[in-house]
């Protein structure tokens, strides 16, 4: 199974400043056929699904706002929330969807400082 | 719009089985596969399987192989998950959700609002 990490567990910004979360596979995620890494990031607010906002490490699903931002590849991803508003207060999961089982990280929750 | 609409909350002792449904609309069904996604309190999502809606294959969490089953209804839109042999770790919110192509290897891109599945003697 590829194993998921995340770092940091938590993290507190201020309001309009940049938040940045990282993930790790245990090997990498990158499908050769395309040249795409099955990486995708998901925010989840309390009492809610997830809900998708990044696939393929760096496209943004239709209407997720432009300040949401992923990159990186084969086995190294990052998150970043440029200017985090009220609203991104949430837990982030990477998810990787390469290899069955398709696996999480175990989260990251963004708070305001 | 994309939607699922699971069933409702659930309360099972040991030893018994549990089926989830989620109806789906807003789109075709049989263009996608299912996914089940389950929860516990303060984990990580944990991936159980999915079914390609369309021709019926599955597949599961070696985990969960031998206890877990999948199932669709094309003509109802709905898709179903049922789970035997329930132990107190099994509690956990159950999410269906469509995988974003219809080959399984997607990212999942519309969720159910979940359905809250309790264990206990």
């Known amino acids: 199974d590829i194993v998921m990490t995340q770092s940091p567990d938590s993290l507190a910004v201020s309001l309009g400043e940049r938040a940045t979360i990282n993930c790790k596979s245990s090997q990498s995620v990158l499908y050769s056929s395309n040249n795409k890494n099955d990486l995708a990031w998901y925010q989840q607010k309390p009492g809610q699904p997830p809900k998708l906002l990044i696939y393929w490490a760096s496209t943004r699903e239709s209407g997720v706002p432009d300040r949401f931002s992923g990159s990186g590849s084969g086995t190294d991803f990052t998150l970043t929330i440029t200017s985090l508003q009220a609203e991104d207060v949430a837990v982030y999961y990477c998810h990787q969807y390469n290899s069955a089982p398709f696996t999480f990280g175990p989260g990251t929750k963004v708070d305001i400082k | 719009q994309v939607q699922f609409v699971q069933s409702g909350a659930e309360v099972k002792k040991p030893a018994a089985s549990v089926k989830v449904s989620c109806k789906a609309s807003?789109?075709?069904?049989?263009?996608?596969?299912v996914h089940w996604v389950r929860q516990a309190p303060g984990q990580r999502p944990e991936w159980m399987g999915w079914i390609n809606a369309g021709n019926g294959n599955t597949k599961y969490s070696q985990k969960l192989q031998g206890r877990v089953t999948i199932t669709r209804d094309t003509s109802a839109s709905i898709a179903y998950v049922e789970l035997r042999s329930l132990t107190p770790e099994d509690t956990a919110v159950y999410y269906c959700?469509?995988?974003?192509?219809?080959?399984?290897?997607?990212?999942?891109?519309?969720w159910g609002q979940g359905t809250l599945v309790t264990v206990s003697s």
């Open positions: 959700a469509r995988g974003k192509g219809a080959g399984g290897y997607d990212p999942f891109d519309c």
């Open positions: 807003g789109y075709t069904f049989t263009s996608y596969a």
